[in-house]
């Protein structure tokens, strides 16, 4: 009977610290802590763009780069089908390799900010700096536990539906060249060289995926699929 009770008292005491595990809750997003994070996020910025104006274009001429960057997205999309890169394989081995390093580092800083302050919107922390920018070069081994951290924040309401379905289109897309769940963004098509949209797998899992964050479902000709 002693060690039946001993269990039980093992039993509740671990319930109990789960529950207060839940119960935690962020910390106090303070002047001094806003000041703080912009200051970060600004310097995150700068080091995410740091070679990824030279990898996207395909040269190392500045001038050029700042030439494309005014263009429309359909026309800078276009000009970048069909400009040939003036890397070597060597120049881009090289200028990815300390990209990545910078894209894991972001992520797992980005990652530590959201434990701790939650999602930190424009608007919650006052600043033109956006954290989206971040994920979307998030590094494929840390996509599934950074979906995992939103999508709580999309179910406290820090996180606004279509910024986390947004990201995982972009991430399915980009990283495992899957087609886009929720149907988020337009995309290019290199036959007709014009912007068109979606391609998902079913108009009804897609909607069903939607309404389950609190996004209105896609009507006809928001979309493209074979079924």
Known sequence: MRKIGII??????????????KEIKKQELTNKA???LISEFKEMEKLDQLNRSFLQVGTLNQNLIDSVSSLSIQKYIAFLS???????????????????????KNTN?????????????????DSIVSPMIFL???PPETIAKMQDILL????????EPINYATYVDNMRKKAFGKNQLYGTGDEFDPETKSIVPPFIENIDS??????????????????????
Not at 84 to 101: C, T
Not at 152 to 159: F, G, L, P
Request: hydrophobic share 30%; aromatic share 8%.
């Open 8 to 21: 039980l008292l093992i039993c509740v005491f671990a319930i109990s610290c789960k529950n207060q595990e």
């Open 34 to 36: 806003k000041t703080e």
């Open 82 to 104: 069909s400009f040939e890169s003036e890397l070597s394989k060597k120049q881009q081995d090289s200028l990815w390799s300390i990209q990545n390093e910078i894209d894991l």
């Open 109 to 125: 800083k980005l990652y530590s900010i959201i434990k701790k302050y939650g999602w930190l919107s424009t608007t919650r922390l």
């Open 136 to 138: 979307f070069h998030t």
């Open 152 to 159: 709580q924040e999309v179910k406290e309401n820090r996180m």
């Open 206 to 227: 897609t909607n069903m995926e939607r309404v389950k964050i609190g996004l209105p479902e896609l009507k006809e000709g928001d979309f493209r699929s074979d079924k």
